[in-house]
Nanobody
């Protein structure tokens, strides 16, 4: 059974940086496309970024929603079975609970999320 656990959320000032982690257990994350979503109070859950596998046509590329392009970077550390979301130049509108996700055979796997608050 795959389990995803996020960490790294914190209170940070605008313009600051954070690195979120999505640690997997039970399965090898490198075999899964991993996505990061975020949900702010009163707003719908939004897809932020995803990274595919080396078996996919785009060979493990990362993709980003326009609002975070150039500021967020997704990467894998297969030795640690972890996917990282490096977030730079953070803005107040990035404040949300960030969750990692994958799906396999119609089954969705979500972590519990980590809170990111961008405020001065």
């Amino acid at each position: 059974q795959l389990r995803l656990v996020e960490s790294g959320g914190a209170l940070v000032q605008p313009g600051g940086s954070l690195r979120l982690s999505c640690a997997g257990s039970g399965k090898t994350l490198d075999d899964y496309t991993i996505g990061w979503f975020r949900q702010a109070p009163g707003k719908e859950r939004e897809g932020v970024s995803c990274i595919t596998t080396s078996f996919d046509d785009d060979d493990g590329s990362a993709h980003y929603v326009d609002s975070v392009k150039g500021r967020f970077t997704l990467s894998r550390d297969n030795a640690k079975n972890t996917v990282y979301l490096q977030m730079n130049s953070l803005k107040s509108e990035d404040t949300a609970v960030y969750l990692c996700h994958t799906v396999r055979s119609g089954v969705n796997y979500w972590g519990r999320g980590t809170q990111v608050t961008v405020s001065s």
